[in-house]
């Protein structure tokens, strides 16, 4: 990856309001690979205390999506074109983290694994809570 496409995908990385929100941090941007964290706060949990799996789903979208715009040496936007999660536990940790693969980088269309895991601060352990499968597709 060029250091133009890294600070491309950085850039946008900031420049998102959703992600501002989520507090959310680029942990690493290589090509065909994107990983983040995000801190827990209140609004993403159920009762329990665990993430909500909305939270989950939002995360692996944007993880993905990044990840697939990392596969291409151009400037580019990408859409969701289909998105499967399996939970595998109770997300419980202080803050999730996701580290998404391109498996297969089209033209237009790419398929990602993002793999979606808990982290506990104290420990520094991950565990491992959700595992996806998503394609996305090249609008521009």
């Known amino acids: 990856m060029t250091p133009q496409k890294k600070q491309l995908i950085t850039d946008s990385f900031s420049r998102s309001e959703t992600l501002k929100f989520y507090k959310a941090e680029l942990l690493e941007v290589e090509t065909d690979f994107i990983s983040m964290k995000i801190p827990k706060m209140d609004v993403m949990t159920r009762k329990a205390g665990m993430f909500n799996g909305?939270?989950?789903?939002?995360?692996?979208?944007?993880?993905?999506?990044?990840?697939?715009?990392?596969?291409?040496?151009?400037?580019?936007y990408v859409?969701?074109?289909?998105?499967?999660?399996?939970?595998?536990r109770p997300a419980m940790g202080d803050a999730l983290v996701s580290k998404s693969y391109v498996v297969k980088g089209g033209a237009k269309i790419s398929v990602i694994r993002t793999?979606?895991?808990?982290?506990?601060?104290?420990?520094?352990?991950?565990?491992?809570?959700?595992?996806?499968?998503?394609?996305?597709?090249?609008?521009?």
């Open 54 to 76: 909305a939270m989950i789903a939002s995360l692996v979208d944007v993880s993905s999506g990044y990840a697939a715009v990392s596969h291409y040496d151009e400037d580019c």
């Open 115 to 140: 793999e979606i895991y808990t982290v506990d601060e104290n420990s520094g352990s991950e565990s491992h809570v959700a595992t996806s499968l998503v394609t996305m597709m090249k609008i521009k």
């Open 79 to 88: 859409v969701t074109v289909e998105l499967k999660v399996n939970y595998l």
